[in-house]
């Protein structure tokens, strides 16, 4: 059966797997009470999930029976009714078989290049699940997912670049029999940096471009110790920054498996002070939202110290987390420069 036009139905969940929307999803305790229904955000893949919005079947008057945590994954509904555990298989994205670190939105059988993106401190792969109509048919773009969230929940967060770069970097090796192009944002960008360098210099892959976004190159980046303080003072920053779904931290409930990871990535990007950056051969393009609160478009131009293939710098309406709103022009931009990389077509 085509995985596309699978339809799933299970006692405790109903999708269409042909729908690129975020997944809708009826969620049902074992004594029939539906505790939410609703679509899970792309950007951190929670459902959310009120309890004075929570209905019993068959009646529209608030009954508020606590479903407290749920977690909607690439690959699994994570439902925690009154106390029971379910894993529903959701197959809107492809987990590829023995790989933890890679989802996949779109089925590409032989791809001509593979895009591997890299989400920000506290993200997810889901941020990227809009991006795959928007490239050329034969790009298979993987999403990374992170230890320590979505169906890699129980698994130890990584919190130093080193570990978190050679592990990416040995997870892609099986890659890199296609072309590779790496983008990341933020938190993202240091580590596709990284991992760029990694791969040239010890494994003799060279990436066809590196999409660094959000954030400038080691020598310009801002360096903090919120990682140091206390929950209050990560969620304030998660919502300065303008981060989407920023209401799942208000959520107590959520807010307690979401923090450790988000604590952690602190921590990675934070204590990342490299002494000699790796210095790649790899064109570098570079994204920045014109009200970034924290840089500016001459940080982003920092990257061509770290290239012997220059770098461009593209700016795009919005803060921090512009490629949000600005998702189709910022794929199209890639899309293009690919395609002048590559000598392909970009549609």
């Known amino acids: 059966m085509d995985i596309g036009r699978q339809r799933t139905t299970n006692r405790t969940a109903t999708f269409d797997a042909s729908d690129t929307r975020p997944l809708p999803v009826a969620i049902h305790s074992a004594n029939a009470r539906i505790s939410a229904i609703g679509r899970p955000s792309r950007r951190t893949g929670w459902l959310r999930c009120p309890r004075s919005r929570e209905l019993t079947e068959g009646s529209s008057r608030n009954r508020p029976k606590a479903t407290r945590r749920i977690l909607v994954s690439p690959s699994h509904v994570l439902l925690r009714p009154l106390g029971e555990v379910t894993f529903v298989p959701t197959n809107q994205a492809v987990r590829i078989s023995g790989d933890v670190w890679f989802r996949a939105y779109r089925r590409v059988d032989n791809p001509t290049l593979r895009l591997i993106c890299l989400p920000h401190a506290g993200g997810v792969p889901t941020a990227f699940r809009g991006w795959p109509p928007l490239l050329p048919e034969d790009v298979q773009m993987l999403a990374v997912c992170y230890p320590g969230r979505q169906d890699r929940l129980t698994e130890p967060c990584i919190t130093t670049m080193d570990e978190m770069a050679d592990r990416l970097c040995a997870a892609l090796l099986p890659y ?142 919005g803060g921090h987390f512009y490629l949000d709103p600005q998702e189709k022009k910022l794929v199209s931009n890639i899309a293009s420069h690919l395609a002048g990389i590559t000598g392909r077509r970009a549609d």
């Not at 979401?258 to 490299?274: F, G, N, V």
Request: charged share 25%; hydrophobic share 40%; net charge negative.
């Open 176 to 317: 890199a029999d296609r072309p590779l192009a790496l983008f990341g944002h933020s938190m993202g960008a240091a580590i596709a940096h990284e991992v760029a360098g990694r791969l040239e210099a010890r494994h003799e892959v060279r990436p066809v471009g590196l999409f660094l976004s959000g954030r400038p190159a080691p020598a310009r980046s801002n360096r903090g110790h919120l990682h140091k303080q206390d929950d209050q003072a990560l969620v304030r920053e998660v919502h300065a920054l303008g981060a989407a779904d920023v209401s799942a931290y208000d959520n107590p409930d959520l807010r307690e498996l979401l923090l450790p990871a988000l604590r952690a990535d602190y921590r990675l990007i934070e204590t990342y002070r490299p002494d000699r950056p790796p210095t790649v051969t790899t064109p570098i393009v570079g994204y920045l939202g014109d009200a970034d609160p924290a840089y500016r478009p001459d940080d982003m131009a920092s990257w061509a110290d770290v290239t012997t293939a220059g770098c461009t710098v593209h700016i795009l309406p």
